[in-house]
């Protein structure tokens, strides 16, 4: 379903986040992490609403230790907007749907 929220891994990363033809937001979260659940409804719902110009992806830190410091995350949630296989722009912290749309209209229109 096109904007869905996709799960993807440390070696599915290159393929569908990297080489994606539209900007792709990731979701570093873990588990254990309660903002990373409260972030996830507006997440989905962004997704929902825009998806078809930016692409919405998680990848669970908890698997690999090393994954964190991999991708410069340093607190969580971090949400990372891929372009062109770069980091475009980094969003720290949980925050409300609202923010997070703010925070992504160079991305969303």
Same mark, same amino acid.
């Given at each position: 379903?096109?904007?869905?929220?996709?799960?993807?891994?440390?070696?599915?990363?290159?393929?569908?986040?990297?080489?994606?033809?539209?900007?792709?937001?990731?979701?570093?979260?873990?588990?254990?992490?309660?903002?990373?659940?409260?972030?996830?409804?507006?997440?989905?719902? +962004?997704?929902?609403? #825009?998806?078809?110009?930016?692409?919405? $992806?998680?990848?669970? =830190?908890?698997?690999?230790?090393?994954? /964190? !410091?991999?991708?410069?995350?340093?607190? +969580?949630?971090?949400? #990372?907007?891929?372009?062109?296989?770069? $980091?475009?722009?980094? =969003?720290?912290?949980?925050?409300?749907? /609202? !923010?997070?749309?703010?925070?992504?209209?160079?991305?969303?229109?």
């Amino acid at each position: 379903m096109a904007g869905a929220l996709k799960q993807v891994t440390d070696a599915s990363f290159e393929k569908d986040v990297l080489k994606s033809d539209k900007p792709v937001l990731v979701d570093f979260w873990a588990a254990w992490c309660g903002p990373c659940r409260q972030i996830a409804p507006s997440l989905e719902k +962004i997704a929902e609403e #825009h998806g078809e110009k930016i692409e919405i $992806v998680k990848l669970n =830190i908890d698997e690999n230790p090393s994954t /964190a !410091a991999k991708y410069g995350v340093m607190s +969580i949630p971090t949400l #990372h907007v891929y372009t062109n296989g770069e $980091v475009a722009k980094t =969003i720290v912290g949980a925050k409300p749907k /609202a !923010a997070i749309e703010r925070e992504l209209e160079e991305f969303i229109g």
